[in-house]
């Protein structure tokens, strides 16, 4: 006699309908992962996404449920939710000076979905990335294996995208990892990556090195420059897509994430990305790499500055 078919389906909340949040409910929907609530507070907006993604269910071939709301009261009993809202980069604009206003947003929507949902595993996408996410850890009062952001996956995309690129290799056959956090000082690890196990040391040069390094640090920057009118949104889906996967497959992957340190590192009260293994429970370990001096003072340097954007933005809330 066969086993019955549980009739829960694993929820993921995405807040934010924009181009991460929306491009983020199809790739979850069509990978058949979860069912999907997407949710934003422009009325019409998550709904009418959510229909299109609907009417495109025979299509893909999947059955996933998708809603549209303006409610948080429709996202209650998620097991992930995802935070993607708040103003997008424009050209010229660092991922800090989006500071002020994301803040806000951000703390907002942690503490309206913890309220729905307060088993949920929270990923934060919205920049700057590393202050968003202690930010809603604070708001949320969750442990630290609960909450998390999205960077390094996309950062280490990023560095093996141009390795790929500069090498004419199969992306897949390229594996990287990007400390540090979202931004012009996070530390990729050239020892680090390789191409089916080649170090990428034995094939380039230092000096190309160090110029895939320094397209890494600003590929967001470059895509904003190139559009104009926005920032990357497919790269970044697919990065919290691989999250959300690792999650609800249980498949406990090896990923750098953006995670509150308490000592790892020689950092405290921090977050900052790493590597960690993510399962069901979410961040089940810290692994600490037998780091270089210069990769250590690179990772600390990168610590200080989100520290002190952490300082200015409680100050900011504090004054609201």
């Given at each position: 006699?066969?086993?019955?078919?549980?009739?829960?389906?694993?929820?993921?909340?995405?807040?934010?309908?924009?181009?991460?949040?929306?491009?983020?409910?199809?790739?979850?929907?069509?990978?058949?992962?979860?069912?999907v609530?997407?949710?934003?507070?422009?009325?019409?907006?998550?709904?009418?996404?959510?229909?299109?993604?609907?009417?495109?269910?025979?299509?893909?071939?999947?059955?996933?449920?998708?809603?549209?709301?303006?409610?948080?009261?429709?996202?209650?009993?998620?097991?992930?939710?995802?935070?993607?809202?708040?103003?997008?980069?424009?050209?010229?604009?660092?991922?800090?000076?989006?500071?002020?206003?994301n803040?806000?947003?951000?703390?907002?929507?942690?503490?309206?979905?913890?309220?729905?949902?307060?088993?949920?595993?929270?990923i934060?996408?919205?920049?700057?990335?590393?202050?968003?996410?202690?930010?809603?850890?604070?708001?949320?009062?969750?442990?630290?294996?609960?909450?998390?952001?999205?960077?390094?996956?996309?950062?280490?995309?990023?560095?093996?995208?141009f390795?790929?690129?500069?090498?004419?290799?199969?992306?897949?056959?390229?594996?990287?990892m990007?400390?540090?956090?979202?931004?012009?000082?996070?530390?990729?690890?050239?020892?680090?990556a390789?191409?089916?196990?080649?170090?990428?040391?034995?094939?380039?040069?230092?000096?190309?090195?160090?110029?895939?390094?320094?397209?890494?640090?600003?590929?967001?920057?470059?895509?904003?420059?190139?559009?104009?009118?926005?920032?990357?949104?497919?790269?970044?889906?697919?990065?919290?897509?691989?999250?959300?996967?690792?999650?609800?497959?249980?498949?406990?992957?090896?990923?750098?994430?953006?995670?509150?340190?308490?000592?790892?590192?020689?950092?405290?009260?921090?977050?900052?990305?790493?590597?960690?293994?993510?399962?069901?429970?979410?961040i089940?370990?810290?692994?600490?790499?037998?780091?270089?001096?210069?990769?250590?003072?690179?990772?600390?340097?990168?610590?200080?500055?989100?520290?002190?954007?952490?300082?200015?933005?409680?100050?900011?809330?504090?004054?609201?």
């Amino acid at each position: 006699m066969s086993s019955p078919i549980p009739c829960h389906l694993p929820r993921v909340t995405i807040v934010g309908a924009g181009r991460v949040g929306s491009t983020l409910a199809q790739r979850i929907a069509e990978k058949n992962l979860a069912d999907v609530v997407l949710l934003d507070i422009v009325e019409g907006m998550p709904q009418g996404l959510a229909l299109d993604l609907l009417e495109a269910r025979g299509i893909e071939r999947h059955n996933r449920q998708i809603v549209g709301t303006n409610n948080y009261a429709d996202t209650a009993g998620s097991e992930i939710v995802v935070i993607t809202a708040g103003l997008p980069r424009k050209p010229g604009m660092s991922r800090d000076d989006l500071l002020r206003t994301n803040a806000k947003i951000v703390v907002e929507a942690a503490k309206n979905a913890i309220a729905h949902s307060p088993n949920a595993i929270f990923i934060v996408v919205t920049n700057p990335l590393d202050v968003m996410t202690y930010l809603a850890w604070q708001a949320t009062g969750l442990s630290r294996d609960r909450i998390m952001g999205m960077a390094g996956v996309l950062d280490s995309a990023r560095f093996e995208a141009f390795i790929a690129l500069e090498l004419g290799v199969l992306p897949a056959d390229v594996k990287a990892m990007v400390l540090g956090s979202h931004g012009d000082l996070m530390v990729p690890l050239s020892r680090y990556a390789t191409v089916n196990g080649i170090p990428i040391t034995e094939l380039l040069d230092a000096a190309t090195i160090d110029r895939l390094i320094e397209r890494t640090r600003n590929g967001g920057a470059e895509i904003v420059e190139l559009m104009q009118t926005g920032g990357a949104f497919f790269a970044p889906a697919s990065a919290t897509s691989v999250m959300v996967e690792s999650i609800l497959l249980n498949q406990s992957r090896l990923l750098p994430i953006a995670t509150y340190l308490q000592g790892e590192y020689g950092l405290e009260d921090v977050v900052i990305g790493v590597p960690c293994r993510l399962g069901c429970a979410g961040i089940e370990s810290i692994l600490e790499l037998n780091l270089s001096d210069s990769e250590r003072q690179a990772l600390h340097t990168s610590a200080q500055s989100v520290r002190k954007n952490i300082e200015r933005s409680q100050e900011i809330l504090a004054a609201t």
